[in-house]
Every structure is written in structure tokens, then in C-alpha cells.
């Protein structure tokens, strides 16, 4: 039977949820708290491009992924990232990755999400607080206080700590319990694009050293169709620095960042403008993989990276499966 379902977020997971609920014949609302699309497929707007802050890239291990992009997304906004990836072993030695595909947004990672909205009712600016019962239905309530619309299900694709306070205020204590413990082990991280008019001299385009300070290190206008003038690279500081520096002043973190990049490929190149970026909750290191979780009795749905693996193909995963388990 056709419903009328309400998608809370539009990362990856959301906006595939809703695409996939919309082809059955439903009615689907997607609610998102930011002005645009994307989640944590994000990019930042810097000097005359934009500079990918969240997710780096993506991996198309299920050949489904990418047919859903081409169809939906289109071939035009993603392309393959041919670059040379180098981590540092446990002697210092720079190892290459393994091989596989690893894909990029073009010309930035949003461009992925904004086509995938252009096929969903989204409604931005709008932060669900809560939702309340209306006889089998829910009704959406925002933190302005406002009615959003009843709806017979809910898909909730908030990252877990954001899911277990809505799940909370909405008198789902059951099912926010269940989420104590992906709530403990998402990891924040705190980002940084740094431009370089002269490109610093470094023998890779995308690095993950063994630093206490950096995980990951990459020219970000080594990406298909950046067309930057100079360099911009993204630095993702470790978690454990990020925890330690989570209320340091931006200017702080972009140097101390910088510095250590410096240090790391002794390159003396100095960036001439940087932009940070704080992620409270970025990465998710819970292991356990259910893919989604439904409560047939209340309508309330989970999807999100957290329940698949933490990376942009799980979040897809994580939806599809959990359509496939609503339809
Ligand atoms: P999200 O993208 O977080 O989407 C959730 C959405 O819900 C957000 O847009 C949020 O604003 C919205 N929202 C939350 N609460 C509410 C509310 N109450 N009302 C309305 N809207 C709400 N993955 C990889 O595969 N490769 C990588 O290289 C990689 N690197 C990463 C680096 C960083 C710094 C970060 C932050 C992430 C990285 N990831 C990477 C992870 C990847 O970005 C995520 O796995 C994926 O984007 C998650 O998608 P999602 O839809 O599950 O969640």
C-alpha cells in the first residue's frame, strides 16, 4: 500500500532511501538541518573551487552502488580518482594502497548528493526535534516549534548520537537505548584546506601517516576536474589529537596541522590560506554490521554509514537494505 514516509537527513543514506521509497509509489518527505544536501559528503567553498572536507572518496565494491549512481546520479557527476595513495608503515616507510577503484564527486564531492536531491522533495533548513503521535501516524516537529506534516513512517539517517536525542525526545526509549554504544565510538576530526600557491614538492596526491597528529593527508586538486590555480590539500587530524584540541581556536589547528604536514614530507612550502573545519561526529568505528534497524511496531527506521561498515558505500547500503526490508 502507497505511504506517506518522512526521511530525516540528506547524506547519502537519505537521499537514497528516498529515491528507492519514491520508485515504489510512496510519498516521501526528506527533512535536512543544513542549507544544502550531502551530510558528510561535504565540500567547503574556498577562494574561486571548493575543497572536499568530509569524505574523501568512495569505493564501488557492490557493482549495484555504481549503477545507482550512474542512473541517478548521473556518469557526469562522479569520476574515478586515479591517484598516488601512500601510507606510512610501522618503520616509516611509505607503502603503496592496495589496489581498487576509488571514486570522487565532479567537480566536487557534493555534486553527487545535489543531483540525487534533484529527484527528492527536500525540505532544508529544518531540524527535526521530535516526533509525536497522531492516532498510527507521526508528526514531525522542528526545534522552531513548528508542525512539519504527519507521516506513517519515519526513516531517521542522523549520525547515532544525533538519531539517540531525537529517538529520546520522540519517547522511542527503547530503540535510543540500543544506541549507547554506537554513540560511544563515533570518532570526531577536525579538518583543514590549506592552499598552496607553490605547490609543496611531495611524491604522493593522497597519504595516511603514521602520525599522532595526522590521519590523512591529500591534494585535493588531484581530483578529476578541480581546475584550482596552486594547490589545495585537505588535512584530517587522528581522533585522538581532535579529542584533545576539540574546542582549540581554528587559526590553532590549521598551524599546528600545517606544521606537522611540513614536518612530515619536509617540504617548507607555506599555505597562504586556510579554512578548518570541525567534525563532532566524523567517522564511526563500531564494528558490528546488522546494515539497518526497523521498528515494525512504531514505523521508525535507522539507516546511516554507522550501521554499515562507517563509509560513504555503507550508507548506501545501510538504505538500500533497509527499503528492501520496508518496501
Ligand atoms: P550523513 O552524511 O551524516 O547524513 C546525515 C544528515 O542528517 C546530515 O546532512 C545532517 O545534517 C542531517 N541531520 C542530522 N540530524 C538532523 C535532524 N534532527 N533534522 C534534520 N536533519 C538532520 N567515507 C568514505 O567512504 N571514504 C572516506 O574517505 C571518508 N572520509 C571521511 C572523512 C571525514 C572527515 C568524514 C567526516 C567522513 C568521512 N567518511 C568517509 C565517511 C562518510 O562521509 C560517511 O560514511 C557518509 O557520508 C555518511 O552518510 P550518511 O547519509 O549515513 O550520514
Same mark, same amino acid.
Request: proline letters at 6%.
Given at each position: 500500500s502507497?505511504?506517506s514516509?518522512?526521511?530525516?537527513g540528506?547524506?547519502?543514506?537519505g537521499?537514497?532511501a528516498?529515491?528507492?521509497?519514491?520508485?515504489?509509489? $510512496?510519498s516521501?518527505t526528506?527533512?535536512?538541518?543544513?542549507?544544502? #544536501?550531502g551530510?558528510r559528503m561535504?565540500?567547503k567553498?574556498?577562494?574561486?573551487?571548493?575543497?572536499d572536507?568530509g569524505?574523501q /572518496?568512495f569505493?564501488?565494491?557492490?557493482r549495484?552502488?555504481?549503477? @545507482?549512481?550512474?542512473?541517478?546520479?548521473?556518469?557526469?557527476?562522479?569520476?574515478e580518482? #586515479?591517484?598516488?595513495?601512500? @601510507?606510512?608503515?610501522?618503520t616509516?616507510?611509505?607503502?603503496?594502497?592496495?589496489?581498487?577503484?576509488?571514486?570522487?564527486?565532479?567537480?566536487?564531492?557534493t555534486?553527487?548528493?545535489?543531483?540525487?536531491?534533484? $529527484?527528492?522533495?527536500?525540505?532544508?533548513?529544518v531540524?527535526? =526535534?521530535?516526533? =509525536?503521535?497522531?492516532?498510527?501516524?507521526?508528526?514531525?516537529v522542528?526545534?522552531?516549534?513548528?508542525?512539519h506534516?504527519?507521516?506513517?513512517q519515519v526513516?531517521i539517517?542522523?549520525?547515532?548520537?544525533?538519531?539517540? +536525542?531525537?529517538?529520546?525526545?520522540s519517547?522511542l526509549?527503547?530503540l535510543? =537505548? =540500543?544506541?549507547e554504544?554506537?554513540?560511544?565510538?563515533?570518532?570526531p576530526?577536525w579538518?583543514v584546506?590549506? $592552499?598552496y600557491?607553490e605547490?609543496?614538492?611531495?611524491d604522493a596526491d593522497?597519504?595516511r601517516? $603514521?602520525?599522532?597528529?595526522?590521519?590523512w593527508?591529500a591534494?585535493?586538486?588531484?581530483?578529476?576536474?578541480?581546475?584550482d590555480?596552486?594547490q589545495w590539500?585537505v588535512?584530517h587530524?587522528?581522533? +585522538?589529537?581532535?579529542k584533545a584540541?576539540?574546542?582549540?581556536?581554528?587559526?590553532?589547528?590549521?598551524?599546528?596541522?600545517?606544521?606537522?604536514?611540513?614536518a612530515?614530507?619536509?617540504?617548507?612550502?607555506?599555505p597562504? +590560506?586556510?579554512v578548518?573545519?570541525?567534525?563532532? /561526529?566524523?567517522?564511526s568505528?563500531?564494528?558490528?554490521?546488522?546494515?539497518?534497524?526497523?521498528?515494525? +511496531?512504531n514505523?521508525v527506521?535507522?539507516a546511516?554509514?554507522?550501521?554499515?561498515?562507517?563509509?560513504v558505500?555503507?550508507?548506501?547500503e545501510?538504505?538500500?537494505?533497509l527499503?528492501?526490508?520496508?518496501q
Open positions: 502507497i505511504r514516509v518522512a526521511v530525516i540528506s547524506g547519502l543514506a537521499l537514497t528516498a529515491i528507492l521509497l519514491g520508485q515504489l509509489g $510512496h516521501v526528506v527533512f535536512e538541518k543544513s542549507r544544502g #544536501p551530510g561535504a565540500s567553498r574556498v577562494g574561486s573551487g571548493s575543497a572536507v569524505a /572518496y569505493t564501488a565494491r557492490n549495484e552502488f555504481l549503477s @545507482f549512481l550512474q542512473r541517478w546520479a548521473g556518469s557526469d557527476a562522479f569520476l580518482w #586515479p591517484a598516488r595513495f601512500r @601510507f606510512q608503515d610501522d616509516l616507510n611509505w607503502q603503496p594502497f592496495p589496489e581498487e577503484k576509488r571514486y570522487v564527486g565532479v567537480p566536487r564531492m555534486a553527487i548528493t545535489r543531483a540525487l536531491s534533484a $529527484h527528492v522533495d527536500v525540505t532544508a533548513q531540524r527535526i =526535534e521530535r516526533l =509525536e503521535r497522531s492516532g498510527n501516524q507521526w508528526q514531525l522542528c526545534t522552531e516549534g513548528l508542525n506534516g504527519v507521516f506513517d526513516i539517517t542522523a549520525p547515532p548520537a544525533q538519531a539517540q +536525542e531525537l529517538l529520546r525526545a519517547q526509549d527503547g535510543a =537505548e =540500543e544506541l554504544k554506537p554513540v560511544d565510538q563515533i570518532l576530526c579538518a584546506a590549506a $592552499h600557491s605547490p609543496p614538492e611531495v593522497a597519504m601517516p $603514521h602520525s599522532e597528529v595526522l590521519y593527508v591534494n585535493n586538486s588531484s581530483k578529476p576536474g578541480r581546475d590555480s596552486g590539500w588535512l587530524a587522528t581522533p +585522538e589529537w581532535t584540541h576539540v574546542d582549540a581556536e581554528p587559526g590553532y589547528v590549521s598551524n599546528a596541522l600545517v606544521g606537522e604536514f611540513a612530515l614530507t619536509g617540504a617548507d612550502a607555506r597562504d +590560506e586556510t578548518a573545519h570541525r567534525w563532532l /561526529y566524523a567517522r568505528a563500531w564494528s558490528s554490521q546488522p546494515g539497518y534497524r526497523y521498528d515494525a +511496531e514505523g527506521g535507522l546511516g554509514d554507522w550501521l554499515a561498515g562507517g563509509r558505500e555503507g550508507a548506501w545501510s538504505a538500500t537494505r527499503v528492501a526490508a520496508i
